[in-house]
């Protein structure tokens, strides 16, 4: 009798233990808890790294597209989105290095959050080295948010790797902060109209100064 009095007075013991932990933690009966994936919430103020001139802001912007059309500035590496009446938003970017860069209109073709990374295989037969697929998440060079231009290989896309907006560093792709492309992954549509600027030279008919 002893014997069982004493096993029931552990158990007992026991079961209270784990309650009292339970309510400090509901998950503790059912494993370790875990935070929400790191690809759902951004933490990092990335404006704070970048200079000025790359931060997002209005500018005084004249242009012949209407609004809403997207400008890729590639010589002086900017992203302007038209907001008409002379003015546009203007964000840092990244573009492509020496012998990838292009130009031309298109049109955004799909939208993505969080897109998965397939290289093309153009990518891969330069750097065979690169994984075939990698999940989206915040290590995928896709960044938090992609719009696809129209049938190419060519996506405005985010980058976890901040410090390269406003240089020549991709193949052809034009990256933003992840930030900055989740702002105009919300104001743009399926169907935008997107002019790639050559490197040869700037928009004859453009010009910008930032809106106080």
Known sequence: MNTIL????AIAALLAANTISASANPLFLFGPAHSAPAAQTETTDERAELPARFRRQIVEYRSNEPAGT???DTPNTYLYLVLGNGRAMRYGIGVGRDGFTWSGVQTVTRRAEWPDWHPPAEMIARQPYLPRYMAGGPGNP???RALYLGNTIYRIHGTNAPHTIGQRVSS???R????????LYSRVNLGTRVVVLPQAGRHASSGSRTVQ
Do not use: L
């Not at 933003?176 to 702002?183: A, G, K, L, R, S």
């Open 176 to 183: 933003m902060t992840n930030e900055d492309v989740t702002d």
């Open 172 to 174: 052809g792709c034009i």
């Open 6 to 9: 004493k096993t029931a007075a």
């Open 142 to 144: 896709m960044g938090a």
């Open 70 to 72: 997207v400008i890729v």
